[in-house]
T-cell receptor, first 111, second 117 residues
Framework: KQEVTQIPAALSVPEGENLVLNCSFT??????LQWFRQDPGKGLTSLLL?????REQTSGRLNASLDKSSGRSTLYIAASQPGDSATYLC??????????FGTGTRLQVFP | DTGVSQNPRHKITKRGQNVTFRCDPI?????LYWYRQTLGQGPEFLTY????????KSRLLSDRFSAERPKGSFSTLEIQRTEQGDSAMYLC???????????????FGEGSWLTVV
């Protein structure tokens, strides 16, 4: 059974810091991995999608990497801002068209 | 493009009552998904549709839950004889075709909060 774990569960950093969020999964048989952002009480917004054949994806200040063989992904956020405060969720797509989510990392960036 | 729309946004109901949530996907998205999320947890897959066909159902979807997508447009999720354990946010999402192999982005709605008292 695929399990997705995210570390740390919560993170509080001052504005301007570079930070790394971690995601690990137990079954490497995935089609892709996605990172999402969720604001309190809201839906999810897709940030980055990495296909299983790819190693990383970048969007603005965000960079996500994927090491499928070791079952790990990281989301790197450069020069963090208070507006980045949210919960970040990673999700893997096994060999069906559904997502299996981790429990998320709650990020707070203070001025 | 107004995004994925969900109604109602909040619902408080007494245990034993039936509730129905509606989801309007982004137009021309043929895939529609339902997830459930409880506080402090990630979303859990419930079911998904390709047009009007329900292709997969999670074991989380007990006999009290039913989802439909008539005519392949909007979808409804009905919960019968609600229990306190059904209290959660129900998220709907859509995508233009499958995302597993094609890498299409999935778009989530704002969710429908259910509180069973």
């Amino acid at each position: 059974k695929q399990e997705v774990t995210q570390i740390p569960a919560a993170l509080s950093v001052p504005e301007g810091e570079n930070l790394v969020l971690n995601c690990s999964f137990t079954d490497s048989a995935i089609y892709n991995l996605q990172w999402f952002r969720q604001d309190p009480g809201k839906g999810l917004t897709s940030l980055l999608l990495i296909q299983s054949s790819q190693r990383e994806q970048t969007s603005g200040r965000l960079n996500a990497s994927l090491d499928k063989s070791s079952g790990r992904s990281t989301l790197y956020i450069a020069a963090s801002q208070p507006g980045d405060s949210a919960t970040y969720l990673c999700a893997v797509a096994p060999r069906t068209d559904k997502l299996i989510f981790g429990t998320g990392t709650r990020l707070q960036v203070f001025p | 493009d107004t995004g994925v729309s969900q109604n109602p946004r909040h619902k408080i109901t007494k245990r034993g009552q039936n509730v129905t949530f509606r989801c309007d996907p982004i137009s021309e998205h043929n895939r529609l998904y339902w997830y459930r999320q409880t506080l402090g947890q990630g979303p859990e897959f419930l079911t998904y549709f390709q047009n009007e066909a329900q292709l997969e159902k999670s074991r989380l979807l007990s006999d009290r839950f039913s989802a439909e997508r008539p005519k392949g447009s909007f979808s409804t999720l009905e919960i019968q004889r609600t229990e306190q354990g059904d209290s959660a946010m129900y998220l709907c999402a859509s995508s233009p075709g499958g995302f597993v192999s094609s890498g299409n982005t999935i778009y989530f709605g704002e969710g429908s909060w259910l509180t069973v008292v």
